[in-house]
């Protein structure tokens, strides 16, 4: 089994920020963790769910253009967590924003098979 547990979100004003936590486990995420994409993404109640960051075992990191400049991705694999840093936020970056996994594929290039996905954490920017 492999579980993705979010935390961090909450509501915050504008320009304010917020760090978003995912912490995996579970034999298959120990094993594979280092050699996998992992990533972030949300979704509002009107649109799909989409990708925002990723992060791969090369070190590729990928933003989508509205976050760039904005947000930062990260892992810790000592503590088996990823987070995503969110500065300046804007109302449009309301959403649920959900942890992937895609465990052993070691590059995010070719976009995410089969991810594990974690609950998901509401993030909610007032104006």
């Known amino acids: 089994q492999v579980h993705l547990v979010e935390s961090g979100g909450r509501p915050v004003q504008a320009g304010g920020s917020l760090r978003l936590s995912c912490v995996g486990s579970?034999?298959?995420?120990?094993?594979?963790?280092?050699?996998?994409?992992m990533g972030w993404f949300r979704q509002t109640p009107t649109e799909e769910r989409r990708e925002v960051a990723s992060?791969?075992?090369?070190?590729?990191?990928r933003y989508a253009d509205s976050v760039k400049g904005r947000f930062t991705i990260s892992q810790d694999n000592a503590n088996n967590t990823l987070y995503l840093q969110m500065n300046n936020l804007k109302p449009e970056d309301t959403a649920v924003y959900y942890c992937?996994?895609?465990?052993?594929?070691?590059?995010?290039?070719?976009?995410?098979?089969?991810?594990?996905w974690g609950q998901g954490t509401q993030v909610t920017v007032s104006s």
């Open positions: 579970g034999d298959a995420y120990i094993r594979y963790s280092t050699t996998s994409c």
């Open positions: 992937a996994a895609s465990l052993g594929l070691p590059s995010c290039s070719g976009g995410f098979i089969r991810p594990y």
């Open positions: 992060i791969d075992s090369y070190g590729d990191i």
